[in-house]
């Protein structure tokens, strides 16, 4: 099964029979870019039947799926697979909507081709064998060798379809509930610690429930760190500030964040942030929901406060990744499902970073990105204000330019220049209706494959944001 980022080409179980699946951008000349979802089957026309059942059971599986999607406009098309094999109508074939064509006999005005499926039902194909999209489960023993912050495990080639879905289907809860678990603000993320708490202990012998309580009631307090953390000075500069301190940061007020998202984005600063990213990244049922809601509206509204600065110069931006530099990774990219934190730093700072022990990056990318690409700055309440740390939410995609320059030698990171694609989150409200609308913005796809598309069904999807790729 072949993939690219615009899609995949899969055999079916239909003999000589190839099915292509696409999302292709189609621009209509309007402010607003339309996407078409294409289903392209390539087979013998004798089976023709055969091959529309087939589209038929597809539609019905994409449009489950698609129902999850805020912000789409389904309507399923069959173009007309004469028009596909003729130069003179393949640019512009004729549509018919799928009810027409199991409705009655249809015949192309314009290349006169003939088609009768009505009648024809998905069930004349056989079900496919169930399959299972959840990652396999990691043993505790292995952990230390991702969980490194600046250092991404887990990664997804391509943009999957996990990386689309909305913020409450991400988090294992209804949206309902997360906008009551927002309307409960700071309770709600106190009564998920009490619960569902972790109590793993990070290299300063603290546990989730020691750094909440740190956070939440203690005021900042400078000392030296041991070893196995990046910076020297546990809220270095931070001295005797308390919660609400940092609320009333100019940075905050900015921002108009309240006590319950400060003390989300504080939160993740510290050594909370595995408990807080494991659970995307292994796509199973959060223990923090309403913490993960207040982080996402947290760095959503810093990332449009910093996108207006006055200052639009780029700057430089690394994170490592623990992925092999092969072709796949240049063709296709990477999705990280969970949070994801970018440093900003000097190179040789950076490659020191991530290759540390327990680290092990493999690949350390390069990002030149200007105020609306950055990720939210969380330095003025970090607990590791030296870090510089640039966090992005759930769903960011990581473009790879063309690879340039030799193999990676052994035991070296290889740097690579690479472009970031934002999932664009908005804020979840605490009494929105509907699901909150969300968008992703990745690269167009490539052309379609020479060939591919014998007869086909489109799902076409109108989106208010651009969002390219698959």
Not at 112 to 126: F, P, Y
Not at 421 to 448: C, N, R
């Amino acid at each position: 099964m072949p993939f690219w980022k615009g899609g995949a080409l899969i055999e079916t179980r239909i003999p000589s029979t190839q099915l292509l699946i696409e999302l292709r951008a189609k621009d209509n000349g309007g402010d607003n870019l339309f996407h078409e979802l294409v289903l392209e089957l390539r087979g013998p026309k004798a089976q023709r039947g055969d091959l529309f059942a087939l589209l038929l059971l597809l539609r019905k599986r994409t449009e489950v799926l698609l129902s999850d999607f805020p912000g789409l406009l389904l309507q399923g098309k069959l173009l007309c697979p004469g028009c596909l094999w003729n130069p003179t109508h393949f640019n512009d074939p004729m549509r018919w909507s799928l009810d027409d064509v199991q409705a009655r006999p249809i015949k192309c005005r314009k290349c006169e081709e003939a088609l009768s499926l009505e009648g024809v039902q998905a069930k004349q194909v056989a079900e496919p064998e169930r399959i299972s999209l959840q990652l396999p489960k990691i043993e505790s023993s292995s952990l230390s060798t991702i969980d490194r912050k600046y250092v991404g495990g887990l990664l997804r080639y391509g943009t999957p379809i996990e990386a689309r879905q909305g913020l409450h289907k991400s988090l294992g809860v209804s949206l309902k509930r997360l906008q009551e678990l927002l309307a409960e603000g700071e309770d709600a993320i106190l009564g998920e610690f009490a619960q569902n708490m972790s109590t793993d202990r990070d290299p300063l012998g603290w546990s989730d429930g020691d750094w909440l309580h740190y956070v939440l009631s203690q005021p900042a307090e400078e000392k030296a760190l041991p070893t196995g953390y990046s910076a020297a000075k546990l809220d270095k500069g931070h001295k005797g500030m308390t919660l609400d301190d940092f609320v009333k940061h100019p940075t905050a007020v900015a921002a108009d964040l309240d006590r319950a998202t400060v003390l989300a984005l504080r939160l993740y600063t510290t050594s909370a942030w595995k408990s807080i990213s494991r659970p995307l990244r292994e796509a199973r049922k959060h223990p923090y929901p309403a913490l993960v809601a207040h982080l996402v509206n947290g760095i959503t509204k810093l990332r449009n406060v910093a996108a207006k600065r006055d200052d639009q110069r780029p700057t430089e931006c690394y994170r490592g990744l623990k992925i092999d530099p092969s072709d796949e990774f240049f063709s296709r990219g990477c999705t990280d499902l969970s949070f994801m934190s970018a440093m900003k730093a000097d190179k040789k700072t950076a490659e020191r970073v991530v290759s540390t022990e327990g680290a092990n990056a493999s690949v350390l990318i390069r990002m030149q990105l200007m105020p609306e690409q950055l990720g939210a700055d969380l330095s003025f309440l970090s607990c590791f204000p030296g870090e510089c740390e640039l966090l992005y939410g759930p769903g960011s995609y990581i473009e790879p330019k063309p690879e340039r320059g030799g193999a990676r030698m052994p035991g070296t990171v290889k740097t690579v220049d690479a472009q970031i694609h934002v999932k664009e989150h908005s804020i979840v409200t605490k009494g929105a209706q509907g699901l909150p609308e969300e968008s992703f913005v990745a690269p167009p796809p490539p052309p379609p494959a020479k060939g591919a598309g014998k007869a086909a069904s489109k799902a076409e999807a109108k989106e208010a944001a651009a969002a390219d790729g698959s």
